[in-house]
C-alpha cells in the first residue's frame, strides 16, 4: 500500500473512531435532516399560517392587504355562526373516537390475547385493507349506502358524517391498541384470575391502566383526523358545516386567504389544548 492511500485513509479512520465514541454526535448528525425538515416544512409552515391569519383581504378588490389586524380572530369569536361550526366540530370529534374506541377495543383485545399467532397476522392484514383502498372510493361508497335508494337509506348529515369517519379512522384506533394489547403480559391477567378478579375488575384495574397510553395515541388519530376533515362532510354531510368546510370555501369560492387561515388555526389550538390535557396524564410519557 502507497503512504498516499495510507495518508487518505487515516482521517476516515479519525473521524469513524471520533463517532464512535461519542455518541451523541452521531445521534445529531442522524437526526439533522429529520429536525431540520419539522421546522422548515411543519413550523414554518405554522409559522406562515398565523402570520396570513392576521392579514385582510379589501372587499372591493379581494386582495390580500398584508397589514396585522386582528379582524378575522374578532370575526371568529363574535358571530355565534363560527360558535357553532367549531363545537359542531369538536362534538363530531369526539363522537367518531369514543364510537371507534367502543369498537376498537374488543376487536384489539380478541387479536391480541384470543386468536393464535396465525390468525394474528391475517386479522392485522384484514384492519391494514381498507388503509389500501381510496380515501374518496370509501366516502362514495358510504355515500351510496346512505342515499335514499341505498341499503341504509339514512340520508345525509351529521350522522352519515360521524358514520362514515368512524368507518374511515377505525384502523388508526385499532392498530395503536392492539399494540397495547400486545405488550401487556399474560401472566398479569393469569395473575388477576387466580387472586378472585372477575372479567369487569381485571379490565377496570388491570387492562384498562395499563393500555390507556395505547388509547390515547389512538385518540390522538381519530380525533384530529376527524375535527379537520371536510372531504367526507362534502360528500355525506348534506347541509352540515364543519370547521374544515368552512377553511375549504374561504380559500375557493369566497377567495378569504387570511380568514380561511384564522380559521384553521381553531383545530391547531384544539389539538395543542388535547395534547397538553393528555401529558398531565401522563399517558404520552408511557407511548
Known sequence: MTPTATAGRTPRRRLTAFLHRRASVRLSLLL????????????????????TALWSTDTFTGDV???????????????????????RSVGVAVAVTLIDLVIAFPMAFAMAKLASPRAQRWLVIAVLTPLWASYLVKAYAWRIMLSADGILGWGYGLTATILTLSYLWLPYMILPIYAGLERLPDSLLDAAGDLGA???????????????PAVIAGSVFTFSLSLGDYITVKIVGGTSQLIGNVVYDNIGAANNLPFAAAV??????????YLAAVRRTGALENL
Open 32 to 51: 439533522s435532516a429529520p429536525l431540520l425538515w419539522l421546522g422548515v416544512a411543519y413550523l414554518g409552515a405554522l409559522a406562515a399560517l398565523f402570520v
Open 65 to 87: 392587504v398584508k397589514e396585522l389586524t386582528w379582524v378575522n380572530f374578532q370575526d371568529l369569536f363574535t358571530l355565534d355562526v363560527y360558535r357553532t361550526i367549531a363545537l
Open 264 to 273: 384553521a388555526t381553531v383545530p391547531v389550538v384544539i389539538m395543542l389544548v
Open 198 to 212: 372477575r372479567g369487569p375488575r381485571t379490565f377496570r384495574t388491570v387492562v384498562w391502566p395499563l393500555t390507556f
